[in-house]
């Protein structure tokens, strides 16, 4: 077997044949390997590095005295550092795993996005989990920044999880259970010592003795940033950060804490890093300076021939992310359409494909030439001395008698016609195709070996291929070609195709599935089949799912694993979490829609199917058996103490803990309605409460769903339980809304509560970026709001003032309009969006703040707007708007109108304000319909602008309580009729 | 070439195949490996252990700004525990260096005492240096005690320096050159933080800030240690260690401070200790136990025939220090004559040798039984009733009839006669022998795997042969046999003897020389040999080395060396300290008397002469560089800035301060003489003061010699030089003493300020434990004092109560008392060894405070005693002393005395007494000469005791003044004539 000592030995001796430097781990606690400098401090600027290194990382928050089987306070990292990029870090770390003797043509290796940033050290970079056969095993990171500066070249990242994968290649459950060295078990070796560490975490340090060591160390860091030593100020930096660690173990770190510690350690690592790039430019990069790829250089194929063939254009790239996958296609379509478009170049349809690994757009019948072209050069009038004519020819190159003359708006000039040949397809196609690959950008783009590109990941091949002919052109240091790159544990995992005719046969034929629609069908079709005799997939339900995984593999091979009944007793949305969420698994139902222990992966290419399924069911049980253990943990904690483990939980720095924001939770529900049921109140005591259970700790999506199942098992009624689930009811556009009233409140004082809190702080959002989800809490205070038409009464503009006036940080008028009239947008695009005429919801928007009341109002107006009585009071109420000068008071002297038309408006007029207002548009044509005739008769008789001024004002004090009749209820000059 | 990240890998690996668990370096800085856990609680209670480790190691105190060739911040060790001792550890590790690629058999590998202590961690152990071609690669020590604990089993630690093994190997001659992987440098990759780190230490560390994180470290692991929790209590005593050293390396360290951390941590680790061991035992002892190792049996062969044959008997040990070697050697000389005298078993001669790896004891013509014997048994008186005769020879198993009858004192008693015969020789042997090794023991022992034996090194095999027969026993789990070992280098280590006759031979056929005489012999007339035609070696001068080495090898193989003449810059002193101190090489002279470039060393079996001359030549190399380096900044460094270093450096915990005891030396020496020479004030002021020096640092022995080259650099006069190198002399037994007064008035305050001072806080020296060279400096004083006749006048016993009044501590009279009696012991002894009668010295010993003035009292008496006038004043004041009372005064009223010869001896005593007090004995006795005769009229004449009383009186009083006569010169009654 091998033990955890040789998996260790053998990568390390790997990498070393890989060229890389061993260096030991480093000699003060570190959270991760990325912390020694090894890493930190020699991935900034330009000297080559390539290091191999363990690292026993330290989390002090991970710390379970050893009792979680997947769990360690100090779990090993085998740390790999490749700088520059060497171009096929993939392949390489593939490598390693066969050095490990793990057969990576039989496993589902697979590369998921996975991107990495450390805030407090100013360091991001992007890449993916490696899985093996489900199992993370692996960060991959194309290091993109560090301490604020930006890596030029950028590194490769490595870090291997040393423990999961030697469980995983023992098949043993437990961490302790590891043959760390031959007849020695892990537990043997470090028991002791992962649960006294753990009791030191989480119980036994001295949190005022931390508290000094982390301002002792920070400012020892600071006096050696001062003097001009960055390596020993590193070493305090992460004497800091453990010390802080152990602090935040030990629950001791306050909401201003954190925030102030992190902006303190982003600004020394900071320092640190910058003062280290300087020391090493004054050394002269003692370890020489990496060279950036040369340009590469295109080669010219002569083709043959004339006639119109295909084009094939392929960007290989390293696993794209799904949804970045996607976008690449749609703008590769888009550019390549509108770049061939500025051609001469005929051509056919274009079709654009995207697999993780690559983009391909086919385009059909593409000419072997640009159309011939006749281009018209203006010269002087014909009309010109012949000087300027002569002038005229000789800067055209041609003789005076080779003029000819055109028409330029009816004024007679000599021009000069060229006839100008097509180019040949390559060369046209070289230049479309070369701005469309460089062009290429994403989302969240990096950067790699390459000089001048950046994308979602690198991009390591292009194949340009016309008919047979390759289509010569580069983009910075690469060069398209006609060979392409399959599965990487195909045998030849490079293949040179013969045109562009057979290029889709070609992948094909070796497994690649380039159309996503073909793969969805594979997955789809193959999965079902998996279950077809004792359960279903829901595929609708599962189509987003089902949409990722299309574009997680290449060759889509689902198969069906169990996994023990036992673990059916969990809440079925932990197991679909888990299924879901961190497994991309495919939960199988019983025609009721009840769970069965199957779930269906879909494995890239052909492996072992066997070896892949118990893979992945070791996997699924490690993570249900993870669950389970937190789900009784959970079972065993009272929600009161559960609550009160929310003071140690930050919800912004400014907005105070989740304890604070539970309290103005319930303060506010309990306050919108005027007799909350004891159901309300003492969901208010909970709500939120099960954040601070272990399970949504570990995955916060079952926040509310956790509460409902632990508040009924330590004895809540069930309608509390369902309330401080439905608090958490929407948890996203087109989920469940709350049921109940009591749910309901919660769910409003939530959403109203962050609305408030975020918009003055960090404010609301703005285009695409929105990282607290404040248009989702609108969305979901809209959605709220109009279930519950019981509640229409409630004004949430109203609320959120309370909410506001809430919070501990003062909330201005202007960000409380800013709020109200976000809404109000967000409810018209709703509306709209459902189909309401953009006019009546608009009429209605007044009432944003009550959104259910504005349904109500739409609802009528719907009726309304077919009945002339509506339609002649609208219409006479609007008629009197037009001609009121604006500030126009409603008030009147009646003794000024004499006419008997205005007498009698007069006396209508009064009649209906003699009644109580309407509550809605019915109630209110029922009761001012009676004006309409009147206020016709009025225009019909009388003069309004009477030369005496005492009486047009009068007539106009009277038409302006026309004017506002039902101003309450609409914004009348909005409805168009 | 061998990496040196490659020869870390081959040693891992390497060890790991042995068994050896890898584990990871300290996550928090540590001095040495030793203090990882893996080590220090490891080798805890019973449990079985096998590791293998990297551990960079952390000195602050060794920083240099990476400016050293070879001394680091931070060193790299390879550490290897074996617990329990595999029984061939020796052996196992030779196989590391054959991994490590170094020929073992070509290359000269040497085990070397060294014993390593630790006493902030309550540790020790016994082991050696193993030196490679002179180069020290590795610690070896067998680990007896840890936090206080003794340890059982103990366990084998073996400590590479990985830099210094690499520099060898690949024959670089700065650390910075190591190629440390592939085409990079250690400095490339090391360089900058070797600097940065030695900035830290040495110039920015913030010293308040690492006070306050010792005191908080040290609170921490104490609060552990009350929660039970060794683990992390063990890290935080690991960072008080490393928050002390940097606080050391800044200078900041005051003597009080010293002595309160080292106990504090030495407290602290043991507490650590003991809760890891009880900690264990709860758990069960997860590693199992180790099981001792069972004794042995013995195998029984029938010897055939009856002539006497030799025995032989080889005790095979590891290599033993030279002193201990040459102790067992005279102990199983005396046991072995001893115990074989207490059988009947007839013998001849017997001899015992010894060399580091055997005790081989060889006895002639060993009779092959026992001498026959009766034994007679005595029973009841032979007049005995009936019933009391049967019941004899019933409990002696014989009839009534054939008991006999003898007598005693006699009285007839009945007795048996047993006629025993004598036992076969290898049953007698077999005990003798069993004893003999058995009972071996060294000044300083230590315990291996073997679970009852204890020496001053592991016994590891035992022959014993009584002609072809090997004499049955066994000691523990050793057993007796035929096969014994030879060099470890040899095709066949171990080979079996024929006959106890042969053995010799097999011996010294296999290249080992048993006998030490042989031995020095060879190496004398190999040295000789050697350098005959370009110079000389002092043999005599070099005789101790000579000694030692001659208990380093088995078979000694001398080479000759040579080093760059440019190294004959530096003192002469500092050559040949480290040839012989530190290498024990021979040094090579011209017919000077002055230093050649040339060195004898000595190796061990047959080597590649050329390989270990040129590796022992590497290391001479290194280490002249290392001291030109130093010899370098010493002179770049004012006398006055060496001196204020003193301020750093601790004498003991209790007197201060060097510079504390130098400022009490320079006071005392110049409070002396009543009118100090410029020079003294001079000399005073700097006295001592190389002790700030980094050469000196280094070789303290080198003190005083580099005081004079210093000095006289820094532009001082060549006698207050001279002065200054004085002081430290005279530095052993035999040692050259100050030749001018000013380093004589030095010398003698260095040493009355360490023996008041030393007496006082430590006490005196008893037996052989000496620590501190009280008995040496006392020897010293005597030894100065009588070089300098003109300072006779000075006292030393008042002056020790002068340098007494100056200590920072109160010196007791009592102490003073004992102190002033310990130097007339000391002189005593050095008078009566100079051949002086014991008498003499004797009655000189109340001048034991003038050693001086008791060397002139001495050499008169010499003369004197010869003379009558001298003999018959010695015998009247003897005779007047013999006859007066203890506590008669010397006072009579003469008045009283009527009689001639009273009245004569009266006016002879008072005449003497008129005369001024005699300085010596030649004056004394010119003077007082003539009472010789009155004295003999008056006992010839008068009757001393008249009746009456006051007559009486008178007489007595009168021969009490005869009687203190010359009682300041001597002390007559001692003196027998």
Chains 1, 2 share one sequence.
Not at 471 to 495: E, H, K, N
Not at 501 to 530: H, K, P, S, Y
Not at 742 to 750: I, K, M, V, W
Not at 838 to 846: E, G, N
Request: hydrophobic share 45%.
């Amino acid at each position: 077997m091998l033990t955890m000592q040789d998996a260790i030995g053998r990568l390390t001796a790997y990498w070393t044949d890989q060229g890389c430097l061993v260096v030991q781990p480093m000699n003060t606690e570190v959270g991760a390997g990325t912390l020694n400098p090894a890493t930190f401090l020699r991935v900034l600027g330009p000297e080559p590095w390539r290091v191999v290194y363990v690292e026993p990382s330290v989390r002090p928050d991970d710390s379970r005295y050893g009792e979680n089987p997947n769990r360690l306070q100090t779990h090993t990292q085998l740390q790999v550092i490749l700088k520059p990029d060497p171009g096929n870090p993939q392949e390489l770390y593939l490598g390693s795993l066969t050095a490990l003797g793990i057969d990576v043509t039989a496993h589902d290796v697979r590369f998921v996005e996975d991107n990495w940033a450390s805030p407090a050290l100013g360091a991001w970079g992007l890449g993916w989990e490696v899985w093996l056969d489900g199992l993370e095993i692996t960060q991959f990171t194309y290091f993109q920044q560090a301490g604020g500066l930006n890596l030029d070249p950028p590194s490769v990242e490595i870090t291997y999880g040393i423990e999961r994968i030697v469980m995983a290649l023992q098949g043993v459950t437990h961490f302790k259970e590891i043959e760390y060295a031959e007849g020695v078990s892990y537990g043997e070796v470090f028991g002791q010592s992962e649960y006294e560490m753990s009791r030191y975490y989480l119980d036994d340090a001295d949190v005022p003795a931390n508290r000094r060591l982390l301002e002792i160390y920070a400012a020892e860091a600071q006096r050696l940033i001062d003097a001009g030593l960055p390596v020993p100020a590193h070493t305090y930096v992460l004497k800091c950060s453990q010390a802080f660690n152990v602090l935040d173990s030990r629950g001791a770190v306050s909401t201003a804490d954190r925030a102030a510690e992190f902006a303190r350690m982003r600004r020394l690592a900071g320092d640190v890093a910058r003062l280290w790039q300087t020391r090493r430019e004054e050394l002269g990069h003692p370890l020489g300076v990496v060279t950036p790829l040369p340009p590469a250089a295109a080669e010219q194929e002569a083709p043959l021939g004339d006639e119109p063939r295909t084009l094939v254009f392929e960007i290989g790239t390293e696993e794209m992310p799904p949804a970045e996958a996607r976008a690449a296609r749609a703008q590769v379509l888009r550019e390549l359409t509108e770049r061939l478009a500025g051609t001469r170049l005929a051509h056919g349809d274009i079709r654009v494909h995207a697999t993780p690994r690559r983009l391909i757009a086919v385009v059909a019948e593409v000419a072997a030439r640009e159309d011939d072209h006749v281009r018209t050069v203006k010269g002087p009038k014909a009309a010109a001395p012949q000087q300027a004519v002569a002038g005229f020819a000789r800067s055209q190159g041609v003789a005076v008698d080779s003029l000819r003359t055109a028409d330029f708006g009816g004024v007679p000039h000599l021009v000069v016609e060229r006839h100008e040949a097509g180019r040949a397809a390559p060369a046209v196609l070289g230049e479309v195709l070369a701005k469309v690959a460089g062009g290429l950008r994403s989302a969240k783009n990096m950067r790699w070996s390459d000089p001048n590109l950046s994308f979602t990941r690198p991009i390591r091949w292009l194949v340009a291929l016309w008919g047979d002919w390759t289509v010569p052109f580069t983009v910075s240091a690469l060069r398209a070609g006609r060979d392409t790159r399959v599965l990487r544990t195909a045998a030849r995992p490079r293949i040179s195709v013969a045109s562009a005719e057979t290029f889709m046969e070609t992948l094909a034929i070796n497994g690649v599935v380039a159309d996503a629609e073909d793969r969805r069908e594979l997955i789809v079709t193959g999965a079902q089949d998996l279950v077809w005799d004792t359960g279903r997939i829901d595929i609708a339900g599962e189509s987003a799912l089902i949409e990722t995984i299309t574009y997680l593999v290449e060759q889509p091979t689902p198969l069906l694993g169990t996994f023990d009944e036992r673990y059916l007793e969990l809440p079925a949305a932990v197991l679909t979490t888990v299924m879901r969420k961190h497994q991309r698994y495919l939960a199988v139902r019983d025609a009721d829609g009840a769970l069965l222990p199957l779930f269906v992966t879909v494995a890239n290419g052909q492996v072992d199917v066997e070896l892949v399924r118990a893979g992945n069911e070791a996997v699924l049980r490690a993570r249900y058996e993870d669950a389970a253990f937190f789900y009784r943990a959970d079972r065993q904690t009272p929600p009161a103490a559960m609550r009160e483990r929310l003071r140690r939980l930050t919800f912004t720095d400014k907005l105070g803990s989740m304890a604070d924001r539970a309290d103005r939770i319930a303060a506010l529900a309990t306050s919108l309605v005027s007799d909350p049921s004891p159901t309300l109140l003492r969901a208010a005591e909970l709500v939120k409460f099960d954040l601070g259970a272990q399970l949504v700790t570990e995955m916060t999506g079952l926040a509310g769903v956790m509460a409902r199942d632990y508040a009924l098992h330590a004895g809540e009624s069930r309608a509390v339980a369902q309330a401080v689930y439905e608090a958490e009811l929407p948890r996203h556009a087109g989920d469940e809304l709350p049921a109940g009233e009591p749910g309901a409140l919660l769910s409003l004082a939530d959403r109203l509560d962050l609305v408030a809190g975020l918009a003055a702080t960090v404010g609301l959002p703005t285009g695409s970026s929105d990282p607290f989800a404040v248009r989702r809490a609108v969305l979901g205070l809209i959605a709220v709001h109009r279930a519950h038409p019981a509640l229409s009464g409630i004004s949430l503009t109203a609320a959120l003032a309370t909410a506001a006036a809430a919070q501990p940080v003062d909330v201005p008028e202007r960000v409380l309009a800013d709020a109200g009239d976000f809404l109000a947008r967000r409810l018209e695009q709703v509306l709209v969006e459902e189909g309401h005429p953009v006019d009546r919801v608009r009429a209605v928007l007044p009432h944003a703040g009550r959104p259910a009341f504005a349904d109500l109002l739409l609802a009528q107006l719907g009726r309304l707007v077919a009945e002339r009585e509506f339609l002649a009071l609208a219409e006479a109420i609007q008629r009197a708007r037009r001609i009121v000068p604006d500030g126009t008071a409603a008030a009147y002297d009646p003794a000024l109108l004499k006419e008997p038309a205005e007498v009698t408006l007069h006396e209508a007029v009064r009649a209906v304000r003699a009644q109580p207002a309407p509550a809605d548009l019915s109630g209110f044509t029922a009761v001012a319909g009676r004006i309409t005739g009147p206020v016709r008769a009025f225009f019909d008789d009388v003069f309004v602008m009477a030369d005496d001024p005492a009486v047009r004002a009068a007539r106009l004090g009277l038409l302006a309580c026309v004017r506002d009749l039902g101003a309450d209820l609409l914004d009348w000059p909005r409805l168009r009729l």
